[in-house]
T-cell receptor, first 116, second 111 residues
Framework: DTEVTQTPKHLVMGMTNKKSLKCEQH?????MYWYKQKAKKPPELMFV???????INESVPSRFSPECPNSSLLNLHLHALQPEDSALYLC???????????????FGPGTRLTVT | GNSVTQMEGPVTLSEEAFLTINCTYT??????LFWYVQYPGEGLQLLLK?????DKGSNKGFEATYRKETTSFHLEKGSVQVSDSAVYFC??????????FGKGNQVVVIP
């Protein structure tokens, strides 16, 4: 099973709202990722968690707050977003993120976020 | 740094035609190479991969060979179907597991 699930599938929120995106995997993977994808562009890395600890933050604005409650779950908390934050948010996981080893990443279906 | 270059522009072809999408890369060390496919309204699916030189990745009739001498990983399919219409991304990881993506190619297959 190489499935990564994400909820919700679609989300519309106002600029003053607080919402959360959720991601789950049951492959025993120890690395999880958040990406942002704008239309007709490749995904852009936002955050990487390795063994439930934040290992990479690609200078993402603080209105995006990631959380990894356990090895299977990854959340992205959203607050005071801007219209330009509207995008497809993709979660991914990989077996590990060890130096010198290359592990394939498995992506979820994404959450289509619209900020009004 | 690591980078991936895909041929410019969408690819439009007729059903049962031969598909080639070019991909070249720049990387230090020994990267792993991937092709991801994104169908309309969906996330990315790993289509195939190759982890060392001369490896051939294959899946669903698609193939790509890791060519270290030409730093290429071109995607091919002998006979495309309408259901192959999607965006195809070439990507690599170079030891830190960061994925470097190409810009992607929209493939449109006409019946």
């Amino acid at each position: 099973d190489t499935e990564v699930t994400q909820t919700p599938k679609h989300l519309v929120m106002g600029m003053t709202n607080k919402k959360s995106l959720k991601c789950e995997q049951h492959m025993g993977h120890r690395a999880m990722y958040w990406y942002k994808q704008k239309a007709k562009k490749p995904p852009e890395l936002m955050f990487v968690y390795s063994y439930e600890k934040l290992s990479i933050n690609e200078s993402v604005p603080s209105r995006f707050s990631p959380e990894c409650p356990n090895s299977s779950l990854l959340n992205l908390h959203l607050h005071a977003l801007q219209p330009e934050d509207s995008a497809l948010y993709l979660c991914a996981s990989s077996q590990d993120v060890g130096a010198g080893q290359n592990y394939e990443q498995y992506f979820g279906p994404g959450t289509r976020l619209t900020v009004t | 740094g690591n980078s991936v270059t895909q041929m410019e522009g969408p690819v439009t072809l007729s059903e049962e035609a031969f598909l080639t999408i070019n991909c070249t890369y720049t990387a230090t060390g020994y990267p792993s190479l991937f092709w991801y496919v994104q169908y309309p309204g969906e996330g990315l699916q790993l289509l195939l991969k190759a982890t060392k030189a001369d490896d051939k990745g294959s899946n669903k009739g698609f193939e790509a060979t890791y060519r270290k001498e030409t730093t290429s990983f071109h995607l091919e399919k002998g006979s495309v179907q309408v259901s192959d219409s999607a965006v195809y991304f070439c990507a690599l990881t170079g030891g830190n597991n960061r994925l470097a993506f190409g810009k992607g190619n929209q493939v449109v297959v006409i019946p």
